[in-house]
């Protein structure tokens, strides 16, 4: 069917995505907590030590909603600058909001065996895969954006645009680059996943424009 | 009571219907991710065995996920052309929201059920009824739309009423195959379960318009 | 502090207060879900039996879906009419989301117990306290608006006030009757939890205006 | 990159933080109650007898919900004023929202244990620490903004800002001496933790301006 008959549409199209979108950020970021369990206490243990065994779970809470925090204020900006979404944005949003709502579950995977020196490669991998698989759709729907300008809206200049793509681009080549690192020493993926959005909220890289 | 001292209320309807529409869509399918339980090692077994094992939930989500998505871009494209909101509408949307929300559940028996050579045949029956269930009100609410013109959009042409009912009539009686021919073979079911939103989200049916 | 510095601040109230509660409404009505665990089969037993015995986490399902449905649908129709939200509008309404965001507990409660013989009375008294204190804050805002004609849209008909008061009413009644009827037979408030939705979603209370 | 090229982003970033934040809000909210189990009786209990063990939980549920519905409406009075968002003003944003998700957690730690003479002490603490890390980022985004006049909506009194400022500082005060008067008595932190949102919702501190 075409869109002749409907000028409108395609700016309405870029609503829905926003509105679907927003909700599974929220409720992705929201659900995390779920995934810490109130500890069991065995007799003799306090209540103090207990909790504190629990901080590869915080961790993993703030990381994780760092993480989405960071992707959805990106994913804002960038449908700011996207007036029309066509079949294959809708598909990639789609698949984007797949990996976003997952994140749940590597992070209890990371958390639950982050202390275990035998599985803990195995809880990296699993954690910087869906990092990559998220940042990839995001990082290609851009690139398809900017190769289509009639999505794009007219009042947006090109500098801003490279802006975008320099700003986007880093995100999945450094979440890529923690699965071979975690090769090497898992720690290093493990401080790798705090330090990236930690980076993209230092006021050097305001992320209001 | 009548409508006549508010001649706006019904365009008021639609918006409330997507609204909560929309954030029971965002949330149900946020929340399948729940349903996957981080594994218990047992002793020698390694982490990445036992997240291979859950494959079953991978596949439960993604399906559930995809299928999710594609029906609410069919319910946002549908109510574009719903103008005005009679009781019947919005009692069939209620009821095609209690499916929806009800996924997570049919998903997790299917997951937890699917390499079970006795019970597959009874979780993909669960599974497969539960989307034909939400396939149903869809549907009926469709059909009763384009027969209440009064409903629609004065813009909307009738090829375009026309194009909507090819594209949505497919879905329930394809959903209903999937119960006789899990009779045959589950595994027929299963492949059509994930081939039909797969098939929806093909550049050849682009749902933007 | 007076309100005189922004004439506006009113109706800005009650949008902030329809968009919290919308939010509520469509996540607990999605949580629902949660509570129905997935059956574990005891050696022999099949999976059609195991599901079937679920019928209760079924019934409670649909039950409270419909009637968090109704309400949403009658707190909706409410705000249209309310132009102005003033302090005691904001207490009631959050105490009014309280009772609703509490639902899947005591639906949770009555799905496990209800084919208890010993402690259905008590399952039955929980689920139906929750639907009466989750009815007298409904009933107290509606009350309270209309006694406060400055709250009311100035377009909104006397008429049209009372045929709200005539919907609204009889419901926190009912659900106070389902207490001591649970007392007589439990079967007896069952049946009313379910009928009290079903009613009210009845053509004949056409719930659009 | 400036923000030169378009007057209007900054508006539009207020509408972005609430927006996320209001779903984070609702979801937060809503979640509460997915920590209350249902309990499972012992031979001879009675339901009525095992609910009632359950009231740390009813507790802890109603004081959290109020809570966090008293900082929402706080947070939609504050972004009324608002008329732009800087990095600083998302960044704090942010980790309130971080805090605010985490409260289910808390909140269960403090059901589980509030009978316990041994861990309520602790229990209280995580709870305390919870609310005062929540209520620091609210009120530094608060003085960062009164100090940054190109952040405020023009049409604001400075009445009403000092106004603000009189409501808001107490909270991080109060939520920070729960933890000193914790090692005192426990039992006076959660006498507290009830009675600021109550406090809050008093005719007195109406929070519609």
């Known amino acids: 069917m075409s869109h002749l008959d409907d000028p409108t549409a395609h700016h309405a199209d870029t609503q829905r995505l926003e509105a679907l979108s927003d909700g599974v950020f929220a409720i992705a970021i929201t659900l995390l907590v779920i995934?810490?369990?109130?500890?069991?206490?065995?007799a003799g243990q306090g209540l103090g030590d207990a909790l504190r065994h629990l901080w590869p779970s915080y961790?993993?809470?703030a990381v994780s909603f760092l993480t989405i925090?960071?992707?959805?204020?990106?994913?804002?900006?960038?449908f700011k600058d996207i007036a029309r979404a066509d079949h294959m944005v809708t598909v990639l949003n789609l698949l984007l909001l797949m990996c976003v709502s997952f994140i749940p579950f590597p992070t209890a995977v990371l958390a639950d065996f982050l202390r275990?020196?035998?599985?803990?490669?195995g809880a990296v991998l699993v954690y910087g895969a869906t990092f990559t698989?998220?940042?990839?759709?995001?990082?290609v729907l851009w690139l398809w954006v900017i190769r289509h300008?009639?999505?794009?809206?007219?009042?947006?200049?090109?500098?801003?645009?490279?802006?975008r793509t320099i700003r986007y681009l880093p995100g999945v080549v450094m979440y890529g680059l923690t699965?071979?690192?975690?090769?090497l020493n898992p720690w290093v993926s493990i401080v790798l996943f705090a330090a990236?959005?930690?980076?993209?909220?230092?006021?050097?890289?305001?992320?209001?424009?």
Chains 1, 2, 3, 4 share one sequence.
């Open 35 to 42: 995934e810490i369990g109130v500890p069991h206490l065995d």
């Open 59 to 61: 961790f993993g809470y």
């Open 69 to 78: 925090g960071v992707l959805w204020l990106n994913h804002h900006q960038m």
């Open 116 to 121: 275990d020196d035998d599985q803990r490669l």
């Open 133 to 139: 698989s998220m940042a990839l759709p995001f990082t």
């Open 149 to 163: 300008p009639r999505l794009i809206d007219e009042h947006v200049s090109s500098a801003r645009l490279r802006s």
């Open 179 to 183: 699965l071979p690192l975690a090769y």
């Open 196 to 209: 990236i959005p930690v980076f993209y909220l230092l006021p050097l890289n305001d992320a209001s424009a």
